[in-house]
């Protein structure tokens, strides 16, 4: 399955991994989690458990005002949902190009007064 793969720290690059759920969670090194932030028929498949492990914070989920709304922990990638499908699907071309560019800059958090301050990193 063709996936845009992120890695905390890293600019997102397109990989074929294996779509089964085993080889879905040796992605993102545990139990799989799958949200929906866009409007695409796009899944975000993160671990699970990604806050809760510790795993470095990767990329932050804005609202439509740019409001972070949550924050990715940990390697995760993005895949095909169709609506009409129960099952994930290779990412089409359009959307990986949309949200390679989307994601492109590693993102750096900062907990300040307790907010959380996000800055994107240089390569």
Do not use: H, W
């Not at 139990?31 to 932030?37: E, K, L, N, T, V």
């Not at 932050?60 to 609506?83: H, K, M, Q, S």
């Not at 099952?87 to 390679?100: A, G, H, P």
């Amino acid at each position: 399955m063709t996936v845009l793969l992120i890695e905390p720290g890293m600019a997102p690059r397109k990989a074929e991994i294996d779509g089964s759920l085993k080889g879905m969670q040796q992605v993102v090194g545990g139990y799989i989690q799958a949200i929906f932030p866009f409007d695409d028929p796009v899944a975000l498949i993160c671990n699970e458990e990604g806050k809760l492990l510790g795993l470095p914070l990767n990329r932050a989920l804005r609202d439509e005002e740019g409001n972070i709304y949550d924050i990715v922990a940990g390697t995760f990638f993005l895949c095909g949902a169709p609506p009409d499908s129960e099952t994930f699907t290779s990412l089409e071309e359009v959307y990986l190009e949309k949200y390679n560019k989307r994601l492109q800059r590693p993102e750096a958090f900062l907990s300040l007064s307790g907010k959380i301050i996000c800055f994107p990193m240089d390569d």
